[in-house]
């Protein structure tokens, strides 16, 4: 049974570019939820989707959106990239009471 | 709003001793609590959660957490610590009957010297 996997595993890109980060859950699993972890500090909530809405957001600009597919897998998109946006972006999928991680994309803005 | 904190940044400790990390939280209501561990490269895998019941809560790996109400805190064991448990750790905070948005603390490094 394969985890929850994301591609790319690394990418670089450069100021004011977009970028689209890809998250298939665990089997079973219809609820994806996204984070972003900079440097030294924990995961931080950006926004999570469920039956291809987007059901919560946390505290992040527009310039991040998201995508689900009837397949329940995801697509994390980030235009206009900052220099901040730089950081490890994982992808969890759960239930109510536990999330399973993916291994995250480690995303450089230059 | 729920907040995690985990006051020590870096714990180093001997291979073989005795290890506790702390972790207090803020939340109104009985929390769901959870303890990650992160390896350089990897994603976050849970060692142990606290929903309710016993307030001693066993993990993997040979770790376990307490869960104290009245201190609001929520500490990690391991009563002999191995060189393989060197990573990230984080402890988290989600709501009662929420749909499981977990706030994280910002994590204790733990390194191991031989």
């Known amino acids: 049974d394969a985890g929850v996997t994301q591609s790319p595993t690394h990418l670089i890109k450069t100021r004011g570019q977009q970028v689209t980060l890809r998250c298939s859950p665990k089997?079973?699993?219809?609820?994806v939820s996204w984070y972003q972890q900079a440097l030294g500090q924990g995961p931080q909530f950006i926004f999570q989707?469920?039956?291809?809405?987007?059901?919560q957001r946390g505290n992040f600009p527009d310039r991040f959106s998201g995508h689900q597919f009837p397949n329940y897998s995801s697509e994390l998109n980030v235009n206009a990239l900052l220099l901040g946006d730089s950081a490890l972006y994982l992808c969890?999928?759960?239930?109510?009471?536990?999330?399973?991680f993916g291994p995250g994309t480690r995303l450089t803005v230059l | 709003a729920q907040s995690v904190t985990q006051p020590d940044i870096h714990i180093t400790v001997s291979e073989g001793a005795s290890l506790e990390l702390r972790c207090n939280y803020s939340?109104?209501?009985?929390?769901?609590l959870f303890w990650y561990v992160q390896s350089p490269g990897q994603g976050l895998q849970l060692l142990l959660k606290?929903?309710?019941?016993?307030?001693l809560v066993q993990g993997i790996k040979g770790f376990e957490a307490e869960f104290k109400r009245s201190q609001s805190s929520f500490n990690l064991r391991k009563p002999s610590v191995h060189w393989s448990d060197a990573a990230e750790y984080f402890c988290?905070?989600?709501?009662?009957?929420?749909?499981?948005?977990?706030?994280f603390g910002r994590g204790t490094s733990l390194i191991v010297h031989p």
């Open positions: 989707y469920y039956e291809e809405e987007e059901r």
């Open positions: 089997s079973g699993h219809d609820t």
């Open positions: 988290a905070v989600g709501e009662e009957g929420g749909s499981y948005i977990p706030t």
């Open positions: 969890a999928s759960g239930s109510d009471n536990e999330q399973f």
């Open positions: 606290y929903f309710s019941g016993d307030t």
């Open positions: 939340y109104g209501a009985t929390p769901y």
